[in-house]
């Protein structure tokens, strides 16, 4: 069972491939590097088609006109006690 | 079997005993949990122990507290003394056993409650299916051969299964909803910061959730009572005081306005789904039609937040040891390492925009209904499903409905539409923030017209 899982959650990300860009594979592949993390071969394509998907649904997102005035939902209170 | 409150009467009232409801709840686990891989630790002594107590208390004529001798179980990813909180993962099990237990435990222990085990679910929370590659798949107990929902796969699954009458799971983008609804049981995210999440494995903090899973909305109601209070070592928990719904359940539809999420909520999943939503809609005399702000944007915003820090708190294990990791959330986590700042910014700022928006349509909506998933469980190992026309990844869809909700921190129970068959759809009742008393008293009423509830399994 194990296997047939990782077999087939393996190919629904890769379904998302054949519309990735080669920028944003090499984006992937040049990010992870200055991250420090290394990415097997085997789920190199795994990974791009996940990312491929974030930047498709991000797209919109950064698109969006909201106002500058807007700010981040967590707030910092500066504080002197230990959390 | 009998729900939690029923169990409490009984041993409250002498007419069973703790240890008679925990050896029955064992029994159920040690016959059944083989075929549906529910639990992944029973702490059958500890619980054997905490019953003698609580039926010592019970001889001397004290209060054993309002869930005395009830079975409960936990998400593996809530501290449980003297057992290692795995989180669904390997790498987690060689860490040293939690020295205390997490708040909420403790709460329901100090209710008389008694912790019976922890419960199997997607490694770390990155999931909604539940199909952990260590410790294998939960199996729907509706139909063994499909999944169980997720993350609180486990949660949900061992509550639908009757070996507990209640349970606790988390909920960062529907890890509570989706298992509840995929499981025909009630599941309960109430507002973000309302229940400590102390001496929890977080996963992604912005919006970790926890909350209950039960067969009735009084067991609902009860275990949340007993959940609710501040707590300091959780800095998201708010200081309020415990606002009690027990109470309030009896108080009907009367004065509350409620609505059907419409647009967005009316799409992107199977037909049967929405065909079943607006028949619990129509049922209860809701005609009223809302439309909530941007929710596309809102599924996209938590989906770039929950990746930046998900991978975050995970980054040193994936740059020394990323074989370690579930090869199932092992690439959602690496993605996660290369999100852009700005759109991690761009998503927590566009929060703000979306809160106000929503705080501007609850000022005319009391109560909003809307799908919790977009299909019922899909058989385990299946890798894509259909929607409108368009193949789509079956586990990461099944979170299109309960992001947006999460992503505001509302609270919104999970409910089982009842006559629903042969596999269960859930019915997200939602509320403003800190309006947990408005979700459950719909939801009472809708239990008593029959619109929802738990259909009993035989097995």
Redesign the interface.
């Known amino acids: 069972?194990?296997t047939?899982?990782?077999a087939?959650?393996?190919?629904?990300?890769m379904?998302q491939v054949p519309r990735t860009s080669e920028s944003l594979g090499r984006?992937?592949e040049e990010?992870?590097a200055t991250?420090?993390?290394?990415?097997?071969p085997e789920?190199l394509p795994?990974?791009i088609?996940?990312?491929a998907?974030?930047a498709r649904?991000?797209q919109?997102?950064?698109a969006?006109a909201?106002?500058e005035t807007?700010?981040?939902?967590?707030t910092f209170t500066a504080r002197s006690e230990l959390? | 079997m009998p729900g939690a409150l029923a169990i409490a009467a009984d041993v409250r009232g002498g007419r069973q005993s703790a240890q008679e409801s925990v050896r029955d709840a064992l029994q159920r686990i040690d016959a059944r949990n083989d075929a549906i891989n529910a639990f992944t630790a029973i702490t059958a002594d500890r619980a054997m122990a905490a019953a003698k107590a609580v039926d010592a208390i019970c001889q001397t004529g004290d209060d054993p507290g309002p869930l005395a001798g009830v079975p409960f179980a936990v998400k593996n990813l809530f501290d449980v003394r003297g057992i290692t909180t795995i989180a669904g993962s390997r790498i987690d099990a060689s860490n040293a056993p939690a020295s205390r237990d997490a708040t909420l435990v403790a709460r329901l222990e100090a209710a008389g409650a008694i912790l019976v085990g922890a419960l199997n679910m997607d490694e770390y929370a990155f999931g909604f299916s539940t199909q952990n590659t260590h410790y294998g798949a939960t199996r729907n107990p509706h139909d063994p051969t499909r999944i169980a929902g997720g993350s609180s796969g486990g949660s949900a699954a061992a509550v639908a299964a009757g070996f507990v009458p209640i349970s606790l799971g988390s909920d960062t983008n529907g890890s509570i909803r989706v298992p509840a609804a995929l499981c025909g049981v009630f599941g309960m995210k109430p507002t973000f910061g309302r229940l400590s999440r102390s001496g929890t494995r977080l996963f992604a903090a912005s919006f970790d959730h926890v909350g209950p899973f039960a067969r009735s909305v009084a067991d609902v109601a009860a275990i949340y009572d007993a959940l609710q209070g501040p707590d300091a070592t959780d800095p998201v928990c708010v200081d309020r005081p415990i606002e009690p719904v027990t109470p309030l359940l009896g108080q009907g539809l009367t004065g509350l306005r409620v609505a059907i999420a419409d647009g967005y909520f009316t799409g992107g999943g199977h037909a049967e789904v929405f065909a079943a939503t607006e028949q619990a809609a129509a049922a209860l005399g809701v005609t009223n039609r809302v439309e909530l702000p941007a929710p596309e944007l809102a599924r996209a915003a938590a989906m770039v937040i929950t990746a930046s820090e998900g991978a975050e708190l995970h980054l040193a294990d994936l740059k020394t040891r990323s074989a370690d990791f579930d090869p199932m959330t092992r690439p959602l986590f690496l993605s996660g390492t290369l999100v852009p700042a700005a759109w991690y910014a761009r998503a927590q700022r566009f929060r703000t925009w979306y809160c106000n928006e929503l705080a501007r349509l609850f000022k005319d909506v009391d109560v909003i209904l809307a799908p919790a998933t977009p299909y019922p469980a899909f058989p385990i190992g299946q890798r894509m499903t259909e929607v409108d026309g368009q193949e789509l990844p079956a586990a990461g869809h099944l979170g299109v409905f309960t992001q947006p909700l999460s992503f505001a921190g509302l609270p919104v129970l999970a409910a089982p539409i009842a006559g629903v068959r042969p596999l269960p759809l859930g019915l997200q009742i939602i509320a403003a923030p800190w309006r947990e008393n408005l979700v459950l008293r719909v939801a009472a009423a809708a239990e008593a017209a029959g619109v929802v509830g738990v259909t009993p399994l035989e097995f």
Do not use: C, K
């Open positions: 069972l194990p047939a899982i990782i087939s959650d393996r190919e629904s990300w379904a984006y992937v990010a992870a991250m420090g993390v290394s990415i097997a789920d795994v990974v088609g996940i990312f998907n974030l649904v991000a919109p997102l950064m969006f909201l106002p807007v700010e981040q939902a967590p959390l």
